[in-house]
């Protein structure tokens, strides 16, 4: 009996330890995404306006150390390269429209309004992946589309948003989070059935070339034109470095907690962008913010706690393209889902 109680006293210390640590772990990616939104802004602050460029030294850093591990592997790749190419487009797509927005808006309303990402990623997964969601989940998306639209009624002036032009800031945002959709999709669907380190290195990868050919068009003379300082080579060298960690950290989160906690950890980088804010841009936040943060919270919460697992389909371990996902109706049944990250 002594034993027993032994044991499962074990078990119990061994849980909360793992869950302390996943806690911890979705702190620090929430604390580093908000740190690549910090830098951006700064970027922008700086008069660079280079979201391309921005982003390459992420990809080449994650081409360079995750594709170092699949050289030692000598392994093929477990998914076709032209997949990758796609992800690595999207990706892309997102990061530039999303940076682009600091532009002409403020850092709280695009750290805000990229948790839209949420509700295209229902879209997304319910058309392709015939995903099931539950009214309570619904429930809780349009919850937080509720709250980002608090901040575009701020961003409009009733509020007085930040930023040159803020509605045009919010628009690249809400598009940039299509594209994040598009990838956090794909991304869940590769992280969870096939390899996490391939997954990085491929996103890095194409990543890296889709952002030099899009750089030489669209950002080549913008480069010509910067006067390069030790304040902006810092800048680029801190989005680089954090948005490294980000590819880095975030599957892994995904892969050991799944989505309600990668999701509830990363919403606190909006908090994050908010203390930013307050003390290094010394702004004023608008009262429509907190509201629209708070109807936020309450929405993803909704979303998180009612999220079902997917049933395992046999079909997709066998390769089949026929992907669909099966929402548990037991209400016993565990999470998870994916964020996206995007942001």
Not at 160 to 170: A, Q, R
């Amino acid at each position: 009996m002594n034993l027993l109680q032994a044991t499962t006293n074990w078990w119990r210390i061994h849980g909360t330890l793992r869950t302390l640590y996943l806690l911890f772990l979705g702190q620090v990616v929430s604390f580093v995404l908000a740190l690549m939104s910090l830098t951006s802004s700064l970027i922008s602050t700086l008069g660079v306006d280079a979201p391309i460029t921005q982003t390459m030294s992420t990809y080449l850093g994650l081409a360079l150390i995750y594709g170092s591990i699949l050289v030692y592997r000598r392994e093929k790749l477990r998914v076709s390269w032209y997949w990758y190419l796609l992800l690595g487009f999207v990706d892309v797509q997102g990061n530039y429209l999303v940076n682009e927005a600091y532009q002409f808006s403020s850092i709280t309303s695009v750290t805000l309004l990229d948790c839209f990402t949420i509700a295209w990623v229902i879209i997304l997964t319910w058309i392709f992946l015939r995903t099931r969601y539950s009214l309570w989940q619904l429930f809780g998306a349009a919850t937080c589309v509720v709250g980002l639209g608090l901040v575009l009624l701020s961003d409009a002036g009733v509020g007085g948003g930040g930023g040159s032009k803020p509605l045009l800031g919010d628009i690249l945002v809400i598009a940039g989070t299509i594209f994040f959709a598009m990838s956090n999709v794909g991304e869940e669907f590769c992280v969870k059935k096939k390899d996490r380190v391939e997954v990085i290195c491929m996103i890095g990868v194409y990543g890296f070339l889709v952002s030099a050919c899009q750089m030489s068009i669209l950002e080549l003379k913008t480069l010509e034109s910067v006067e390069w300082s030790t304040d902006i080579i810092l800048a680029f060298a801190g989005y680089g470095v954090s948005g490294l960690l980000f590819y880095t950290l975030a599957p892994l989160v995904l892969k050991l907690s799944g989505a309600t906690l990668l999701n509830l950890s990363i919403l606190t980088s909006d908090m994050w962008a908010v203390v930013f804010r307050i003390f290094f841009y010394r702004q004023q936040v608008d009262w429509l913010y907190y509201l629209a943060f708070a109807v936020v919270v309450i929405g993803l919460i909704i979303y998180s706690l009612t999220e079902k697992d997917p049933v395992p389909v046999p079909a997709l371990e066998n390769g089949n393209p026929s992907l669909e996902y099966q929402v548990l109706e037991d209400e016993s049944a565990t999470t998870p889902r994916n964020q996206a990250l995007t942001s």
